[in-house]
Structures are given as structure tokens and as C-alpha cells.
């Protein structure tokens, strides 16, 4: 085998598009934060990690004993994409809590899906909280049903079975588009309890002016730490907060040395102060 | 005070009364001669940048450069994206630019062929010559990734197709311009694999929702430009045909219904605010 | 074993995309096969979503205990699904063009002339029945339901309760106006371009705060791709504690 040939074609990504180098860089970084964590976990040095209070979290199970209450079943939206998608999974994590909830209190679980493998695996999901709950015995297999694969018509069966079935609360997380507003507004007109949670910025309004609690973005991420009890869990929480400092100082670094280049050409020409210019200029795309 | 009483009794259902009346009425004058011209002349001084620059970009491709166009939307939001591809193909088609048609949504595959059939006709190309129709491309963000390495291989319709055009183009960097009208988040995945991963120009159109959460990526220069929703319609069919009052198409037309719902949305915000605030000061004054 | 096998899957294809995204040449093969795989995969699991569908919609119509409204909307569902497919299958996909005389009228002269045209339809009845006479209406009026939220959603949300809701409240009513033409029409009457105004909301204000938002939203992603990866996060396959 012609290594030389093997070295070229594994450096030449790198030469087209600088900017891979740059991703492969933060990947990394997260990657060894996150070891880094990890190993501190597993050796007990670190075992508690403070996380800040989340309203719509807490307010999971006064939404479910408000349903009990009313005697009206309990809605669950997953979002309309596929498993492959961060936060359809982000939202299952979140239904397991949900589902446990449900089953401990006897109300009825209603959750309609837009795509048949996030329908197999909620089913899994949901089946495993009922018997967490040492409540199996309620677990139906049609509570978690497939709708279909198209936006509008999903959006139009779970209006119906709003409509219909008058849910005490509604659940909207995960990915949502369009018919974010179509479902929230239905649900607020049932008169139910609404959380909703997406990373979907265009959703967010939405979800904020017709629902009673929203998780903002990366809260849906940090749900799953949240609602765990495992310390293994949280340890992304400080990964996540590590990363973003790290993306906060070369915003930080990149803007005043693009400030100083503009204002004093010459000062970029120091040996430190060109380096760091070099680096930041390269994430320019040209 | 009468009249807060009144403002007090908008119930959702007056409010959905009232935007059903001005819609049809919108829809009704939309066709008026001077409101068509009002309605021009104003969008030709306000033309969004971000259109420009999409648009400016087209202009700057050589003929016979090869683009592929993805007309990744559904019935649904026709409206908003039909102008916007008739008016790339348009341009294209004027330019000598040769195309390759595609839909990463099942239902859009049927709309984006009959569009390019029936724009081709209008400039006297040949179907298989001057440009070729992918159809479905099924996959979603795995075909895109499946683009950057093999375009034939992602596009099983066109790998055998004898158009002359298609025997230089390997992968999608061999295209001068992806150009994608999105109703979904595929867009924004031309833009994370075939930009920040292949360096492929990426450019498109999207509904007028999602126009905002485009922003970061424009002036960041992954995404070249933007035809937002309808106005970035009416925009682009100024900038590529400069029509007359009488010959101006649905998407211009249109943007007095628009108006119209807009203007109400203010009126509507600025009773809730009068009921608002004078019930606070009544309060206040108990 | 049962729960480790799907882990040791999931961490194994994870980590051959991953590599395959940074150094292509290593195992662009595998991921080839790999990319097949999900696309084969997906499109088959959508027979697993429909025999759920069918099942559970024949249940609900005909057991007894369910509501009237309830077992008549699963009736329409199972008469629509089989209606389509049938078509479908019998027609297929594929435009057929047929030339047909098309009345048209010319109304410029004093008294209308009235002619034929030759004209290409579309006559296969899947596509000019079910996609574009039933579908298409039914898909654009339930988009359009959004003009209707968006408004009564509006009402309700756009209050002066405080600072922060009034600086709200007034950059949406510049939005709203500076995306149309009636907003410029009306403010250039006392000279100001308020597009220009909304152009400026939306391309730094705007932008800065999704910005923020996006960089939290992808990292979060990534960590928890990487938690997945290491078989710390099991909620997909079933078990989250």
C-alpha cells in the first residue's frame, strides 16, 4: 500500500475546506471535556452538580394531576421527525417521565406519531415506564399509534383527536414546523395544560404565545439530565456549559482582533497578535 | 367606553371571522389595475438584500454551468415556493444555465417536474439536453451527505440518463450552485454537509416562516442569499422579469391579501392593548 | 446482553460516520453500505406505520365502547387509505398527457370571441384526482389555518405588561408592517422607509439572538450524540434510568 498516497488523501479534505479543520478541533474539545467528566465521575471525585431550577419540568406533574383530576386523558406530540433527529430523542427521554407519571396516577395516555420507527421505539419506551411504575397492567400497545408521515395530515389527525378526546394536558416536544402554532392553538382552545419544548427557533414564539410552558432550546437537551437522577447524566450539563464558554471567548477573541485589523493594520503584524489573526480570519469564508 | 365593552367581547371566533373577510376581499381586489401597480411600485424600491445578492449570484454563473435545483415542499406551501422555483428556472433557462430537478419530499416530486416541464417549454429547452429531472430523491439529510460523494449514486433517476452535461459531474462539487426552496429543514442541511463539509455554493428560497432562522447563515456567507416566503417571491420576479401592472404574476398580486392580514394583525394588537391597559388603570384606581 | 447489543450497534455505526465525515478516505466504504442501509430501512418501516394504522383504526370502528365522532373518523381513515393505494396501484405515478380543446375566451374585442385551444392535461386520475384535486386543497387549507392562529395567537400574546413586552410588541409591529408593501405606502407618506427599519430588526437583532440560540442548540446536539455514542443515554432503546 502507497502510504505517502494514503497520508495526501486523508490531509486534502483539509486543504479544500479549511473550515472542516476547525470542526474537527471542537469535536475533539467537547470529546475530552466530556472524558475528562467522565473520569472524574468514575473515580468520585465529582458526585453532586447543581442545575438550575427548569419551570416546564416541574410543571409535568402538576399537569398530569390536573388531567387525573378532570378525568381527561393525556396528549404527547413527539415532534414530526425521525429518530435520526436530536430532539425527537431528547423528547423520548422525556416521555419516559411522562409515561411513569401517567401510570402512577391512572390517567389515560393518548400519544399519535408521524413516523413509524419513533412509534416503535415510544412503544418500547412507554411499555418500560408503566412497568417501572409497577403498573404493566395498564399499558395498552395501541396508546402509542402511528398517523402518517405527512406534516399537514399529522397536523390534522392530532387536531381531531384534540378536538375529540379534550386532553387536561398536551405535551408538544420535540422537532415541529409549521404546524406548531396549528396544534398549540387547538390545544389552548380544548383548554388544556400545554408544554411544549422544541430547539426549532422559528417554533419558539409560537409555542410561547400559545402555551403554558415552554423548554427553550437547549433546555429540551438538558431535559433528559434534569429529570435523571444519575450523575453520569448531568455530566453533560458541565461539558455543554465548558463548550460554550469556549465558544463565548473565541467570539470574544475573533471580533477584537478583527476590530484591530480594521482600525491598526500594522498591530496584526506582532508576532501573537498575527497567530491568533490567522486563526480567526480563517473561519472567514470566503 | 362603549367601545372597550365591544373590544372586551373579540372572542378568537370574531377574530377568525374578521381575517376570513379581509382574505377574501384581499383576494378579490388583488386583481384591481392600480392596486397591482401601488403594489409594484412599492416592491421595486424595497427589494430585500438577501434576495439581491441570491439573485445577483444566479447572473454571476457562465452559461452552461450545471445547477441543481431542490424543490423540497409539498402542496401545502405552494404559494409560497412555486414563484420562487419558476422564477430560478426562468432565470436559469434565460441564462443557458442547464438543470438538474429534484424533490427530497415525496409529494414534491410531482410539482417540481410538471414546473420544469412547463418553464422549459416557455424557453424551448429539451428534456435529457438542457436539463434532466431527478424526481424523488429518497433519504433526506443521508442523500444530501450521499451528494457530496457521488451525485449519480444519491440521484438514482439521473445516473444513467445520456444528457452531455451530466458525463463531467461526479460529485456536487462539480455544481456551480445547489439551489433548494424548502419547507422543511432542508436547507438547512444543504448548508451543514454540502457548505461546511464539500464547499458546495448553496443558495435557496423558504417560506416565509423559517426566513428568520436563515439570517445567521447569510451573513455568515454560508448561504449565498434568500427568497423568503412570498415577498422574496414578488422580489425575485421583479429582479428577473420586471413585469408590467397587468402581466404581474400571483406572487406580487398576492402581497395586497398579505398586506391586508398584516395591517389587521396591527390593529388587532393595538385593541388588545387599549382593553389592556385601560382595565390596568381602572384597577389602579380601585 | 439484550439491552448491550443495540448499545454496542448504536456506538459502532456512530463512530464509523463520524470518521467518515473527518477523514473520508478511512471508511468511506462502510459508510456507503451504511448510508444504504438507513435509506432501506426507513422506507420499509413506513409498512410497519400503516399495518399499526389499520390495526388500530379497524379496532376503534368497530369495537363498540368507542364514541360515534371516533369510530366514523377511523372508518373515513380506512376507506381513504384503501381508496388511494387502489388508485395508486392501478394508475401508478407517471403523468399521462392527453391533448384536449380547451374553451377560452377573449374579452378585449366588444362582443367576447369565443374559441378552442389545444391544450395538454394531465389525465391520470391519480394525479389529477387525488394528489391535485383532493391533497393539494386539503394540505394548503390546513397551512393556511396558520393565518388564522397566528392572528387570534397574536391578540392574545402581543401585551404592553411590562419593558421587556413593549420592546416586543414593538419590533413585531415593525416586522409585521416592514415585510409588506402597505407599511411602506403608509410610513413614506412622513418619509421613513420602515423595510429598511425591519430589515435591521431581523438581519442583527434578530440574528444575534438566534445565533446565541443555534450555538447552544448544536452543541447540545453534539453532546448528546456523544452520550448516545457511550451508551449513556438509553432512552431509544427503551430504558432511561
Redesign the interface.
Same mark, same amino acid.
Given at each position: 500500500m502507497d502510504w505517502s498516497y494514503f497520508w495526501y488523501k486523508l490531509y486534502i479534505p483539509y486543504v479544500e475546506n479549511p473550515l472542516l479543520g476547525y470542526s474537527l478541533f471542537f469535536l475533539l474539545f467537547i470529546s475530552v471535556v466530556f472524558w475528562y467528566y467522565l473520569y472524574l465521575v468514575k473515580t468520585g471525585r465529582l458526585s453532586k452538580i447543581y442545575i438550575r431550577r427548569i419551570p416546564a419540568l416541574n410543571s409535568i406533574e402538576e399537569a398530569v394531576g390536573r388531567s387525573t383530576e378532570m378525568g381527561r386523558p393525556i396528549l404527547y406530540v413527539p415532534g414530526i421527525q425521525d429518530i435520526d433527529n436530536i430532539q425527537t430523542l431528547a423528547s423520548l427521554a422525556i416521555l419516559s417521565h411522562v409515561a411513569q407519571r401517567c401510570a402512577e396516577y391512572e390517567t389515560d395516555f393518548i400519544m399519535p406519531v408521524s413516523r413509524s420507527v419513533v412509534m416503535t421505539v415510544a412503544q418500547e419506551v412507554v411499555k418500560e415506564s408503566y412497568l417501572r411504575a409497577g403498573r404493566s397492567d395498564l399499558y395498552r400497545s395501541d396508546m402509542v399509534f402511528y398517523l402518517t408521515d405527512d406534516q399537514f395530515g399529522y397536523a390534522a389527525g392530532v387536531d381531531g383527536i384534540i378536538s375529540r378526546e379534550k386532553p387536561g394536558a398536551v405535551f408538544l416536544i420535540g422537532a415541529f414546523y409549521a404546524e406548531s402554532l396549528i396544534l398549540a392553538e387547538t390545544g389552548f382552545s380544548a383548554g388544556a395544560i400545554q408544554i411544549a419544548g422544541t430547539a426549532m427557533i422559528t417554533q419558539l414564539p409560537f409555542f410561547i404565545a400559545a402555551c403554558d410552558y415552554v423548554l427553550i432550546g437547549e433546555e429540551l437537551f438538558a431535559a433528559s439530565a434534569y429529570l435523571s437522577k444519575d450523575i453520569l447524566d448531568k455530566i453533560t450539563l458541565r461539558t455543554q456549559d465548558v463548550s460554550k464558554a469556549l465558544v463565548m471567548i473565541s467570539i470574544a477573541t475573533g471580533a477584537a482582533i478583527n476590530t484591530i485589523h480594521m482600525l491598526y493594520p500594522n498591530m496584526v503584524n506582532i508576532p501573537i497578535l498575527n497567530v491568533i489573526y490567522k486563526i480567526f480570519s480563517g473561519m472567514v469564508i470566503k | 367606553m362603549i367601545v372597550i365593552e365591544i373590544f372586551k367581547r373579540i372572542t378568537r371566533r370574531t377574530i377568525f371571522l374578521v381575517v376570513a373577510i379581509f382574505l377574501i376581499l384581499g383576494t378579490i381586489f388583488s386583481d384591481v389595475y392600480w392596486v397591482k401597480k401601488i403594489n409594484l411600485e412599492v416592491l421595486r424600491k424595497t427589494i430585500t438584500p438577501a434576495s439581491k445578492q441570491a439573485y445577483d449570484f444566479i447572473e454571476s454563473i457562465p452559461s452552461n454551468s450545471v445547477v441543481l435545483v431542490s424543490g423540497d415542499y409539498g402542496p401545502s406551501t405552494r404559494v409560497e415556493a412555486d414563484p420562487i422555483l419558476e422564477n430560478f428556472l426562468k432565470q436559469c433557462f434565460r441564462r443557458d444555465i442547464k438543470v438538474i430537478a429534484i424533490s427530497l419530499w415525496p409529494d414534491g416530486a410531482q410539482i417540481v417536474a410538471t414546473k420544469t416541464r412547463q418553464i422549459a417549454n416557455q424557453y424551448n429547452k429539451i428534456e435529457n439536453q438542457d436539463y434532466v429531472i431527478g424526481g424523488y430523491v429518497v433519504g433526506g439529510a443521508v442523500a444530501i451527505e450521499k451528494m457530496g460523494v457521488d451525485l449519480k449514486d444519491a440521484i438514482p433517476l439521473i445516473a444513467n440518463n445520456p444528457a452531455p452535461f451530466l458525463r463531467d459531474i461526479k460529485t456536487a462539487h462539480d455544481l456551480s450552485l445547489v439551489f433548494s426552496i424548502a419547507a422543511g429543514d432542508t436547507l438547512v442541511y444543504y448548508i451543514r454537509i454540502l457548505k461546511s463539509r464539500y464547499g458546495v455554493n448553496v443558495s435557496g428560497g423558504c417560506t416565509a416562516v423559517m426566513a428568520a432562522e436563515m439570517y445567521p447563515y447569510i451573513l455568515s456567507g454560508q448561504l449565498i442569499g434568500l427568497f423568503g416566503g412570498l415577498k422574496g417571491a414578488a422580489d425575485y420576479e421583479i429582479l428577473e422579469s420586471n413585469p408590467e401592472p397587468d402581466k404581474v404574476s400571483e406572487a406580487v398580486k398576492y402581497m395586497l391579501t398579505q398586506s391586508l392580514i398584516h395591517a389587521l394583525l396591527i390593529i388587532f394588537i393595538i385593541i388588545a392593548n387599549i382593553v389592556y391597559i385601560y382595565d390596568r388603570l381602572k384597577f389602579r384606581r380601585k | 446482553m439484550k439491552r448491550e447489543i443495540p448499545l454496542i450497534i448504536t456506538a459502532l455505526t456512530g463512530i464509523i460516520i463520524?470518521i467518515n465525515? @473527518? &477523514?473520508?478516505? *478511512?471508511t468511506?466504504k462502510v459508510t456507503?453500505v451504511v448510508?444504504n442501509w438507513?435509506?432501506v430501512?426507513? %422506507?420499509f418501516?413506513?409498512? &410497519? =406505520?400503516?399495518l +399499526? &394504522?389499520v390495526i /388500530?383504526s379497524l379496532?376503534k370502528t368497530l369495537e363498540p365502547i368507542t364514541?360515534l365522532?371516533?369510530r366514523i373518523?377511523n372508518l373515513i381513515l380506512i376507506v381513504s387509505l384503501v381508496f388511494t393505494i387502489v388508485i395508486g396501484m392501478i394508475y401508478g405515478?407517471g403523468?399521462k398527457n392527453n391533448y384536449v380543446f380547451k374553451l377560452s375566451s377573449d374579452y378585449s374585442t366588444v362582443l367576447p370571441l369565443i374559441d378552442f385551444q389545444v391544450a395538454t392535461v394531465?389525465t391520470n386520475i391519480f +394525479?389529477s384526482v387525488i394528489?391535485y384535486s383532493i391533497? +393539494?386543497?386539503?394540505?394548503?387549507a390546513?397551512?393556511s389555518? $396558520?393565518? @388564522?392562529?397566528?392572528?387570534?395567537?397574536?391578540?392574545?400574546?402581543?401585551?404592553?405588561?411590562n419593558l421587556e413586552a413593549t420592546l416586543l $410588541?414593538l419590533a413585531?409591529?415593525v416586522v409585521? $408592517?416592514g415585510?409588506?408593501?402597505?407599511?411602506?405606502?403608509v410610513f =413614506?407618506f412622513i418619509g421613513l422607509?420602515i %423595510?429598511v427599519v425591519s430589515?435591521y430588526i431581523?438581519?442583527v437583532i +434578530?440574528?444575534a439572538a438566534?445565533?446565541a440560540? &443555534?450555538?447552544? *442548540?448544536g452543541? =447540545?446536539?453534539?453532546?448528546?450524540?456523544?452520550?448516545?455514542l457511550?451508551g /449513556?443515554?438509553k432512552?431509544? /432503546? =427503551?430504558? %432511561?434510568?
Open positions: - | - | 463520524i465525515y @473527518f &477523514l473520508p478516505e *478511512v468511506g456507503q448510508r438507513v435509506i430501512i426507513s %422506507s418501516a413506513i409498512i &410497519l =406505520g400503516i +399499526n &394504522l /388500530i379496532r364514541h365522532d371516533d373518523a405515478v403523468p394531465d +394525479n394528489f391533497y +393539494n386543497p386539503l394540505s394548503a390546513m397551512f389555518l $396558520l393565518a @388564522f392562529f397566528i392572528a387570534s395567537a397574536s391578540y392574545r400574546a402581543f401585551r404592553a405588561r $410588541l413585531a409591529a409585521i $408592517l415585510r409588506v408593501p402597505v407599511g411602506d405606502y =413614506g422607509k %423595510s430589515e431581523t438581519a +434578530n440574528a438566534q445565533r440560540i &443555534l450555538i447552544a *442548540v452543541i =447540545g446536539t453534539i453532546i448528546i450524540s456523544l452520550k448516545l457511550f /449513556i443515554e432512552s431509544h /432503546i =427503551g430504558k %432511561s434510568e
